[in-house]
Structures are given as C-alpha cells and as structure tokens.
C-alpha cells in the first residue's frame, strides 16, 4: 500500500472502523456476560438439586430406619465415593463425626460453598447444604462444584478469543477498507494536481462500478470539461485579440507616424487627429463588444431574464430599420404572428434580431428584398429572416459566428465580424437555435425558441455541443418554415 | 450648472472637469467616495457624475446613501463597467442616467445638458413651442404655422423629445435610448433616416430649418439664429 500508516488513522473511514469496532466489542461483552450470568443460574440450581434430593433420600433413612439406618447409609455412600463427586459429613452435637468423608466441620445451616484442600493437587470446590437432624446430629451434604468453575472458565476463554479475533477483523478489514477508498481519493487528488499543472485534459478514471465515487468521479469529469470548454473559449478570445486588433492598432499606428513625418499645417493635424480617433473608436469598439460577448456567454445575464413579448419587439425593430431599408430602395416586408411571449432579456435578444436585420440589408444590394416572418408550432416559435443577397457559401456557414470572422466578398463593407458572434452568444443564453440555409438565392437565417418544456432537450444539445468546445448552437432537424433548402450548415459542425 | 465630479483616475477627473468648464459649467472635483459623499450633501451641486468604481465608498452606494438620505441631485454615471446589468443596477441605486467608457466628449456634455433641464420638466406641460413648430401633448397634434402635420406615432416621440430638449445636442444614443427603447448602439444609421424623415415632414417647405444636425454629435431643435 503506497499510503502511510498515519495517514490511514486520519481517515474517516478508519474512525467509522474503530467506532464499529468498539460498538461491536461492546455488544459481545454484554452477550457473554448474560450467557455467564445464565450458566450460572443453570449450574446452581443443578447443584442444589443435587444436594436436595441426597438430603431427602438420607433424611428419608433416618425416618424409616432410624440413627443405624443414616449412619449406615452416610458410611455406605462414602464408601462408593470416597474423592466424590459427592460428600457428606454426619457429626454429633458435640462436633464428633460420626460418619463422613470430611473433617470435622460447622457451618450451619442453609447452603454454602466450601474448599476441600488436597495434598498436591487443587483444593476442590464444593457445594454443600448443612441442616439439624432432630436428635441434634448435624448433616452436611456437599457436591462437586468443579464442572461449574469449568464452565466459568471455558466461557470467558471463549469470550477473550472471539473478543480478540473480532477486533483484528474489525481493524483489519477497517484498514483494508479505509485503504482501498484512501487510494482511490489519492488517484482523484493526483489528477486533481496534474490538472493544476496544467494538463487540463486530463480527466480522473471511473472505475465502473456505479458506487458513489463513480458518480462523484463522473459529476467531477462533467465538471472539468465544461472549465476546459470555457478554458478555450477565453484562450480563443485572447487569441482573437491578439490577432485580430493588431491590424487597427497597427494601422492606427501607421497614420500617427505618416502625420509625425508629413503633416505641416494645422489642418493637416487635425485631419490626422480624426482619423487617429475614429481608428480608436473602432478598437474600442471591438473591445466593448468582446466583452460583452464575454459576459453574455458566462451566463450571467440569465438571471434576469423575464416575459418578453417578442412580436412587440419585432415590430419596433422593423420600424427602426424600415425607414433605412427604403432609403436603401430595399423592400423589407415583414409577417408577425401578434401575442408571442418568449423568455430572456429583452434587449439582448432586440440586440440579436437587430443584428440579424442589420446584416441582411448591409449584405444585399441596393433594390433587394429582406423579408422577416414569425411561425408559433407547439414545440417552438421560429423567427425568419431572409433576403436575396449573395448569401454565404455552404462551406463559410459554420464560420461566420467566429469572432472577426469575415467573409471575401464582405471586407469592403465596414463591420467588426463580431456582429454574428454576439448573435450567436446572445442565441446560446437564450437556447434559440441558428440556423444558416439557402434562401436560393440569399440567406435565410431562421431563430428558433423552444417551448420551455422543449428547452431542455435544446439545452441537452447545447450542452453536447459546448464540450466539444464549439459554441454554436445547431439544429438538427430540418427547418420548420423552409422550402429548396439545401443541407443546413449545421450538419457539418 | 454647478456639478460634483467623483472620479479617481486624474487624467480622467481632469479631462472631464476641464471639458465642462470650457462648456460653462462650474465643475468640483473629488477622488474618493467618503469625501464625495460628504460633499454631494452639502453644497447644493445641479448634476453629479459619479464613477462607479472608486475607493472607498463605490459610486453605487454613494448614490443609494445620497437617495436614502433624501437628496434628488440629478446623478450621471460614468464608467467602464458597461454590461447591460452594470447599467441596470446603476439606474436602479438611484443614478439619471449611465455613460459607458470610453464615451464621446459631445455625448458627456449633451447628456449633461439634458439631466440639468430635467427638474423644470417635471412640471406638466401639455404644449411645446419652438418658433412657429407647436407640439400638443393632450391631442398628440403637431402643428407648424397652423398648419397640421401628420406623424407616426414613433415620429411623435422623437418629435417630443427633440423639443422638450430644445436648444440641446441630443445625441443618438439618447435618442435610441429615450425614443425606441434601445440600449445598444445600431452599427448603421438607422437614426438618421428617421431624422431625415421627421425633417422632410417638419421643415420641407418652411423657409426656417428646426432640426438641426450638430457634426459629430446629435441633433438639436431651435429657432434659425
């Protein structure tokens, strides 16, 4: 056993032995004190029956046959057993014997136990009863007590053995135990320290047999992978950091060194200084929205979440962007199903569909149509919006909601590429599923909300999908309300 | 306007204060909450603006004990904390408004605008009046020379706002916030269409223009000078 001893005794396990141990030790000290006690009862009372019914066979001789006919008996019995088992003892009142195999003796009346001293052996215990004849003789009659010290003797001997071997089963089987169990914690703390050195997928072994550690072991593996899921996803964001907001820092560096060496006059500062600020304000801007997508994915903001009617949401959306889709010459037609209660947080999701909007009309030409549709079905409410821009190829679906992701086709147009990752996130709070498919031609984007009795089984899959460290929500059946759609992008992640 | 800044970052404190100052305002500047406590009680400030992060007492609890005791200064919280929570838990401790760092300078100085107006708006007044531009806040009635003009009733709202704040920059987000009740800011230019729209309904063909884009800051209704 690779534990110390110490160790072992600090174990909770091992105190539980030892308080078994001493419980159990106890309940075999009362059981043999009652056996003890009862034997003893069992050899008395043989005892005294013995004495009595001898007792009453003499006196019986003394009736009958008269002093001749006792003393004749007494002899005659001593006789048979001069050693016992039985002895008797017939003095006169002036303490002479007058038959016996003992000593001259008084002790009177009733029962008593008395030694018999040999010479060279043990004294022999006996149990004897003394009574006064009528004509003042008195008669003692005594019975080997030895089988009843034996008795006493073997009982305890058998009690110290079993006492004694219970306890070492006792503390063996307690240290075996405490041993077994001491050594699997060590295996779950090793990993624990393997984990903290910095091997994060490293996960503690099941042992497989369902008991309790296996589960605790189970729910701590449960546990570690979503840390290494959330670990990558902050690993990811630093990344994206670092890569992504070196190509403004850099460029805004640049502009600060072309104004250093070329501007001369004051305009020509001040042009720069505005460029300067509006290439931080961009930065910053990044930053506000890393966080924040940083934030909404730690959960947090679930905690408030409440009723949110969505339908109202929707149309104050559609009349913030109407006016923008129409002067862009874009026909933005829109078809809300009154009276849908979605729950979440108002703003984040106002903040999710904007986006959505947003993307379609940046994304189509001028004189395209982005239309916006509402579906209620028992299990779910489904948010369409679609247009009939370029769409996004099959291949670039799933890639869209990385941060800073961007498009070829799309790097003219200004945007962070945070836009659909904070989608995304808002979606993966709210358990709305995202699906990206062909509006043929265009995108159709469709959200979906699931009936709180339905949210669990999108949870499960969110849940499925975050350990595999991919934060996207998918979907995987066919949309609700889509026609000519080809293979979802979902299927491929 | 007499205004209590409760920042700890100097270069910060100092910007801001020394921005106000140019904007006409008297500013006092404090770094720590206890003090900015002590002071907020005392001398009588239009307008604190209060960060949320700073030692001692937190700019949240400053404000809670400032409302607990009483005190209805107008509070503008300014921070870097800028969660949609953070500005949540801000407004509900008693704050008028919530700034987020980094924040465009014009937006601090309309927003301060604004909070400084509000206590004589809170008398009820039932019509607005910008030159010959009349708002009718029973009958919901714009009228401009007599004349009615039709307006949505979200172009109503930005209407009202934009005059109850007349002669102000109101800047985007205000109106965003204020008008459609939304705390993010739209990469697009969603605002000014709607602004274009109101225009072309208040001031086409009216030889005195009243909404008046202000660059790189906001809008503002007032009379032509």
Redesign the interface.
């Known amino acids: 056993m690779s534990v110390a001893l110490p160790r072992i005794l600090r174990t909770s396990s091992f105190h539980l032995t030892l308080a078994y141990a001493g419980l159990f030790g106890a309940s075999v000290l009362i059981l043999f004190g009652v056996i003890y006690w009862a034997t003893n009862i069992y050899m008395a009372n043989s005892l005294d029956a013995a004495v009595d019914s001898d007792i009453t066979e003499l006196e019986d001789s003394l009736q009958v046959g008269g002093d001749a006919a006792l003393t004749a008996l007494v002899m005659e019995r001593v006789r048979q057993m001069p050693y016992g088992p039985m002895y008797y003892l017939l003095q006169d009142p002036n303490g002479k014997v007058v038959a016996g195999s003992l000593l001259p003796f008084y002790g009177g009346e009733g029962r008593f136990d008395l030694k018999i001293p040999r010479s060279g052996a043990p004294s022999v215990p006996i149990h004897s009863r003394g009574i006064i004849l009528n004509d003042g003789k008195y008669l003692m009659v005594g019975v080997d007590a030895l089988p009843r010290r034996e008795m006493h003797k073997l009982i305890v001997r058998v009690f110290g053995w079993s006492s004694a071997i219970s306890l070492v089963l006792a503390f063996g089987g307690g240290a075996l135990m405490s041993g077994g169990l001491l050594r699997r914690i060590e295996t779950i703390s090793r990993a624990a320290r393997d984990i903290m050195a910095g091997d994060f997928s490293r996960r503690i072994p099941v042992r497989g047999t369902g008991d309790e550690l296996d589960h605790l072991v189970a729910s701590l593996n449960a546990m570690l992978e979503r840390n290494e899921a959330a670990m990558e996803s902050v690993r990811q964001v630093s990344n994206d950091i670092a890569h992504d907001l070196r190509t403004p820092l850099t460029r805004l560096r640049q502009r600060l060194d072309l104004a250093q060496r070329r501007a001369r006059s004051v305009e020509e500062w001040r042009g720069a200084a505005e460029g300067c600020v509006s290439d931080m304000?961009a930065i910053?801007e990044s930053f506000?929205a890393l966080?924040?997508i940083a934030?909404i994915a730690s959960g947090?903001?679930a905690?408030?979440f409440a009723e949110v009617d969505l339908s109202e949401l929707l149309c104050?959306l559609i009349?913030?962007?109407q006016?923008?889709a129409?002067?862009k010459e874009q026909r933005f037609t829109a078809d809300i199903v009154p009276g849908l209660v979605v729950w979440g947080?108002r703003?984040?999701l106002?903040?999710m569909i904007?986006n959505v909007i947003?993307n379609a009309?940046?994304h189509s030409p001028v004189g395209a149509s982005i239309g916006l549709t509402t579906l209620q079905s028992p299990s779910a409410i489904t948010v369409t919006v679609m247009d009939n821009g370029p769409g996004i190829p099959v291949a670039d679906r799933g890639r869209v909601f990385r941060r800073f992701y961007r498009l070829e086709s799309s790097r003219s147009t200004?945007?962070s590429g945070l836009?659909l990752s904070l989608v995304e996130a808002i979606a993966a709070l709210h358990r709305v599923s995202i699906e990206l498919t062909d509006n043929g031609p265009g995108l159709r984007v469709t959200l979906q909300f699931f009936a709180p009795d339905q949210q669990t089984f999108a949870g499960d899959r969110l849940a499925k999908h975050q350990t595999r460290g991919e934060l996207w929500v998918v979907s995987d059946h066919p949309p609700v309300v889509s026609r000519n759609t080809v293979p979802t992008a979902s299927s491929e992640y | 306007m007499k205004i209590l800044l409760i920042e700890d970052d100097g270069e910060t404190a100092d910007y801001v204060a020394n921005g106000l100052r140019e904007e006409g305002h008297l500013v006092s500047q404090v770094a720590s909450g206890a003090e900015g406590l002590i002071c907020a009680m005392g001398n009588g400030f239009d307008l604190l603006i209060v960060d949320r992060m700073i030692p001692g007492l937190d700019g949240l609890n400053l404000v809670k004990s400032l409302r607990a005791a009483g005190h209805l200064t107008p509070v503008l919280f300014l921070t870097a904390l800028?969660?949609?929570?953070d500005r949540?838990s801000g407004l509900n401790a008693g704050g008028d408004d919530y700034l987020?760092k980094?924040f465009?300078f014009s937006e601090l100085v309309a927003r301060v605008a604004a909070l400084g107006r509000r206590p004589h708006t809170t008398v009820a007044e039932t019509r607005l009046h910008v030159l010959d531009l009349e708002l009718d806040l029973l009958s919901r009635t714009v009228r401009r020379r007599g004349e009615l003009i039709e307006l949505q009733p979200?172009e109503f709202r930005l209407l009202e706002y934009l005059m109850r704040h007349a002669g102000q920059v109101v800047t985007r987000t205000m109106l965003l916030e204020h008008v459609?009740?939304?705390?993010?800011d739209?990469?697009?230019?969603?605002v000014e269409?709607?602004i274009s729209?109101l225009r072309s309904k208040v001031d086409k063909g009216f030889e005195a223009e009243l909404i008046h884009t202000v660059r790189g800051a906001g809008y503002c209704v007032r009379s032509p000078t």
Request: glycine share 12%; aromatic share 6%.
């Open positions: 304000d910053l506000g966080l924040r934030q947090g903001p905690r408030r104050t009349e913030v962007y006016p923008m129409e002067e947080d703003e984040l106002a903040q904007a947003e009309m940046k200004p945007g836009g | 800028g969660g949609v929570e949540v987020v980094p465009a979200r459609w009740d939304i705390h993010f739209p990469r697009t230019n969603v269409t709607h729209r």
